[in-house]
């Protein structure tokens, strides 16, 4: 009988949770779910490789696609020219009208792995050389942008999400722990938790990136970033969830089942965690952004993941020198890629916010 | 004042705390700063070994710390590898100018947030209200270092401003008045892009809390006795809304020197963000944690503030402490 209506207790509680997936912010998590398989479907949507570069074609701006050739004639398919370097400057560039190239779709190119599990050397999109398709420009080594951006957000983007998770994680077992047991459990976690929230994040960002080599892999600076990442930001999240499970065990159903002689792990599984979980994905939906900016910070001051593997910060980096800044706007794109991300992020929060808000018991 | 007192006693606590931690960063990380000096051929082996007896780094954890404790008490906060020299006068500079830099940001964020919060609160729902919600959203999803390029480019490209630094080169021949002016326009632009980056916060939050106060009973008295509504709104609701925007003013500052120490790095503004900086990359562990201990204590001071605020502005808390 009791065992019925605790049951029905959590079930509420789960559809709450099921409830706030299925409504309000699916288009904002469709939305991310995109960007984020764009970046991992990187190799075959980019034309060409992270790493490849074309010295002569430094700083090239977008390239433009036309469909009027000289002649006037107008072709459906778009197409570009090559660029050769304006007589008597040695950094810009006109466009070389006597050959047109087409652009085409699925071509053959340089070959990439997707995931580590997949290889293949087909592209979406591409043109034949020695003419080049630089979407949204090029770098100083004349690297393509957009293929970098796309491999950079695996770096950037996924950086955000794992850290965010490991710092939930962290912030889900303490808070957990200093909820449920109280007492000087409660107490130690919490003031250590203080200290970590009386830094200002970047400082203590800095702090913590000092204690580490400075002069690292790119691989190995991404895994040590997230692990950065995770100590610094599990105090929030788990004050927050310290909040909702030391309410929620102190319920009557909960103190009803315990009176039943319900285990430990028992109730923190079937009735304190379901109402943990929707505190925990709204944190969760706050975090990301602030950890994916995180990483572009490290970057951007060259203390995260370095060259040449591309990251949305290490981008940004070349924008620290005035003739950079002052001149090639589309090093800037990079930059501009993450205001759409934070501002599906910010929605997602948003929406979920208000979703708890509703279902709160 | 008990209560004043009790939060300077946990601010202590706080601080203290924070030194610990930060010098147990230190001990995991490999090596320490004299092993940088030691490949310097001007610096005798008899100084290393003055100086590493003078902050005892052979020396177990706590004794380490104490040493550290006893330096801060000559004012030298340890030893910076990187300008050969202790680490306190080298702080106070840069916190000052940091200070400098926040503190004028903070006020004029508040001073463009609060009508821009009452009136979006006093339009709830109308097209107006919601064009500022989604204005702040957006501005909102842009990054720092973001924020801090675009307004860099605006002064390069525009001309009107300089691009970095605090002062002009000639600063010391100026008279009085051409300095203030001189340090003014330096200052405009990395104060833009910390209210900037600032204001869609505390928008957000003065026009939340006033919304629920406007929903209170003793607003639909007010209004129904005939009230002006502006008078209303800036002397009755947002006297009412104070609570918990003084609570932000608090907690908004490490939010702000965050961003400041972002904003600081990308305009070369002297102040406690590029000395981190400087310092993580050449592993000048005392300059880190003296950096680290100085942003702690703004941000502790900038809390404290507002609990004393809140003490003089709520009766309640008054009674309790």
Not at chain 1, 133 to 153: E, K, N, T, V
Request: charged fraction near 15%; proline fraction near 5%.
């Amino acid at each position: 009988m009791i065992r019925a209506q605790t049951s029905v207790r959590s079930d509420n509680a789960r559809s709450s949770f099921k409830g706030a997936l299925t409504h309000g912010y699916r288009p904002a998590l469709c939305l991310l779910g995109l960007v984020y398989a764009s970046t991992l479907l990187a190799g075959f949507l980019a034309p060409y490789g992270p790493l490849t570069q074309n010295r002569d074609l430094s700083f090239a701006a977008p390239t433009r696609l036309h469909f009027l050739d000289p002649t006037g004639r107008l072709h459906l398919r778009p197409f570009v020219y090559g660029l050769t370097i304006r007589s008597g400057t040695f950094d810009e560039y006109e466009e070389d009208r006597s050959r047109i190239y087409f652009v085409r779709f699925f071509v053959p190119g340089a070959p990439y792995r997707i995931a580590g599990l997949f290889s293949g050397d087909h592209h979406l999109f591409g043109t034949d050389s020695p003419a080049r398709l630089f979407l949204f420009g090029s770098d100083q080594f004349g690297r393509d942008l957009f293929s970098r951006l796309l491999y950079g957000g695996q770096i950037s983007l996924f950086a955000g999400l794992l850290g965010a998770g490991l710092s939930l994680g962290v912030g889900l077992v303490l808070g957990g722990l200093a909820g449920f047991y109280g007492s000087w459990v409660d107490e130690a976690i919490m003031r250590v938790a203080e200290l970590f929230l009386a830094l200002p994040w970047l400082y203590l960002l800095l702090a913590v990136r000092m204690a580490l080599p400075l002069q690292i892999e790119p691989g190995q600076a991404f895994l040590l970033i997230l692990a950065v990442l995770g100590l610094i930001g599990w105090a929030r999240p788990a004050r927050l969830i310290r909040g909702v499970v030391l309410s929620a065990r102190l319920r009557d159903h909960v103190l009803a089942a315990r009176g039943f002689g319900a285990s430990d792990l028992y109730l923190l599984r079937r009735h304190v965690m379901p109402q943990v979980l929707g505190i925990a994905l709204t944190q969760a939906a706050l975090l990301v952004p602030q950890y994916i900016l995180a990483e572009v910070t490290l970057s951007f001051f060259g203390l995260g993941v370095g060259e040449p593997v591309p990251s949305w910060g290490n981008m940004l980096a070349s924008l620290q020198r005035y003739n950079v800044l002052a001149s090639y706007w589309w090093m800037f794109l990079p930059g501009i890629a993450l205001i759409p991300v934070f501002l599906l992020y910010h929605l997602l929060a948003d929406a979920l916010h208000q979703r708890l808000a509703a279902y709160s018991l | 004042m008990r209560y004043v007192w009790r939060r300077l006693g946990h601010a202590l606590l706080v601080l203290f705390g924070v030194s610990v931690l930060s010098f147990l960063f230190a001990e995991l990380a490999p090596g320490n700063f004299l092993d940088e000096l030691r490949l310097d051929p001007r610096v005798s082996a008899a100084t290393i070994e003055a100086l590493r007896d003078r902050y005892g780094l052979d020396q177990p954890f706590p004794q380490k710390y104490f040493r550290w404790l006893q330096s801060i008490s000559r004012g030298e906060l340890g030893f910076s590898v990187a300008y050969n020299g202790p680490v306190g006068p080298l702080l106070w500079r840069r916190a000052r100018n940091t200070l400098f830099l926040t503190v004028t940001a903070t006020v004029l964020a508040w001073l463009v947030a609060i009508p821009l919060g009452v009136w979006g609160a006093s339009r709830k729902g109308k097209w107006a209200d919601r064009m500022g919600a989604g204005a702040t959203t957006a501005l909102l999803s842009v990054p720092d270092v973001l924020l801090g390029l675009g307004l860099l480019l605006l002064a390069v490209r525009t001309g009107y401003f300089p691009t970095g630094g605090m002062v002009s080169l000639s600063f010391a021949e100026l008279g009085l008045w051409d300095k203030v002016k001189d340090v003014a326009s330096h200052f405009f632009i990395p104060v833009t892009a910390l209210i900037l980056a600032n204001l869609p916060v505390l928008v957000r939050h003065v026009r939340a809390s006033l919304i629920e106060v406007l929903q209170a009973p003793f607003i639909q008295a007010a209004r129904a006795s005939g009230i002006p509504e502006r008078r209303l709104l800036f002397r009755y609701a947002l006297r009412a809304a104070a609570n918990p925007l003084i609570s932000l003013l608090g907690l908004s500052i490490a939010a702000l020197l965050s961003a400041s120490l972002v904003v600081e790095t990308i305009m070369s503004w002297p102040g406690l963000g590029p000395l981190l900086l400087e310092a993580v990359a050449a592993r000048d562990l005392h300059l880190v944690v003296g950096v680290v201990m100085c942003s702690t204590i703004l941000l502790v001071a900038g809390s404290l503030l507002a609990d004393t605020l809140l003490y003089w502005v709520d009766p309640r808390i008054r009674q309790q402490g």
